[in-house]
């Protein structure tokens, strides 16, 4: 039985047209292959990208994940490794320190919304001795800026591999001896990881990066680590009451979203790249509304039972079209209607509609908190 949600067929149909004129912009990134499940961003540099084997430790992690019966999708804007390695995408940089991760996480994080991301950088920092005793600082602005950008992603840390050079093992340790004290003060949601043990200096192929057996070792620390963490390998599929969140179709990685941040009653929903403003920001209350801006509520036009009924925004008023239950399975339907809030032909490009459609299980009525 699989953990996670599935990329089904097609959702609803109806307003194909309409949702075509909303388009505003690029759909954004390209999604490369995937069994369609929990969006995992591997981060960091040339041993995420898997210098000198390509596709590194993510050959042996994919290989854990789909032999547990766990559905993943890696993501990230690189892309390489075997054709074993059923998802090639990961957001790994040859060269680049903490500084160069931190000064592109945010766009990273709105392309590709992932539920939990594996941090492993700092070992450029040691080697190119840059700026070495504010590295475990700039690693915690990192992981605060993560933080502010996603309160909800789960975030495993990793102390950086060894490295064969008795100077440069010596600078690793320190930085690795570090990194405790800082992921403890970053809140539940992220996670140390004990890297720099699962392989050792004969697991190194040129005194720095992992050969073949080492990587394939790392593959399992990471697999690890993450089951050790559930929630890391499934979406949270229930806003909590009272707490602002963004509400994401994990099948498109796009965001619930009020179109053109309007404020009028009537304004249409659609789907668009997770940016975290005001039009994406959205309460559960206890009443079962869904709320944005304070005073609007998510709203079936006219409380109408058809498919293609649109969804937009209006004053709360307590009414059954602004009624929802919310499952565990990431569906939200309608109290007047029992359909669910469904995105337009099953599609993925930013703009695209958000209408009322019988509900079918499919990846277009799936969201989720971010």
């Known amino acids: 039985m699989r953990h996670t949600l599935r990329r089904l067929a097609a959702g609803g149909l109806g307003l194909a047209l309409a949702a075509a004129a909303l388009v505003l912009g690029p759909a954004g990134p390209a999604h490369a292959e995937s069994n369609g499940g929990v969006k995992i961003m591997p981060l960091g540099d040339s041993i995420t990208d898997g ?42 940089h040859s060269g680049w320190r903490i500084d160069q991760i931190d000064a592109n996480i945010v766009g990273w994080l709105q392309a ?135 509400v994401l179709n994990p099948q498109s990685g796009r965001c619930l979203d009020v179109y053109g941040a309007g404020t009028a009653s009537g304004t249409q929903l659609i789907i668009w790249d997770c940016h975290g403003g005001t039009n994406q920001s959205w309460t559960r209350t206890a009443a079962g509304e869904l709320r944005v801006y304070g005073s609007k509520c998510l709203d079936i036009n006219g409380n109408g039972t058809a498919n293609g009924t649109k969804v937009q925004i209006w004053d709360c008023n307590g009414t059954t079209a602004q009624k929802f239950t919310f499952n565990a399975d990431g569906s939200i339907v309608g109290a007047g209607s029992g ?24 990846g277009a009525q799936k969201w989720t908190t971010r």
């Open 51 to 92: 210098y000198n084997v390509p596709g590194g430790y993510r050959i042996e992690l994919w290989k854990r994940l789909a032999a547990g019966g766990y559905t993943a999708d890696f993501v990230g804007s690189g892309s390489n490794g075997p054709a074993s390695l059923g998802d090639h995408d990961h957001e790994g």
């Open 112 to 246: 590709y919304a992932p539920r939990t991301i594996l941090l492993h950088i700092g070992t450029n920092d040691m080697n190119q001795n840059y700026d070495i005793a504010n590295a475990p600082a700039r690693l915690s602005a990192l992981i605060d800026k993560i933080r502010a950008n996603d309160p909800t992603v789960e975030l495993f840390v990793a102390q950086i591999t060894p490295e064969s050079d008795a100077t440069l093992e010596s600078r690793v340790q320190a930085y690795n001896a570090a990194l405790p004290g800082v992921v403890a003060s970053k809140g539940a949601h992220t996670h140390l990881v004990d890297m720099h043990s699962a392989i050792t200096t004969a697991d190194l192929a040129d005194g720095v990066h992992p050969n073949a057996g080492g990587y394939d070792k790392m593959g399992a620390r990471w697999y690890s680590a993450l089951q050790s963490v559930p929630a890391s390998l499934a979406y949270v599929g229930v806003p909590p009451v009272g707490s602002a969140v963004s």
């Open 339 to 362: 359909k669910c809030v469904d995105v337009t032909s099953s599609g993925t490009a930013n703009g695209t509609i958000v209408q009322l459609y019988q509900c079918n299980g499919t």
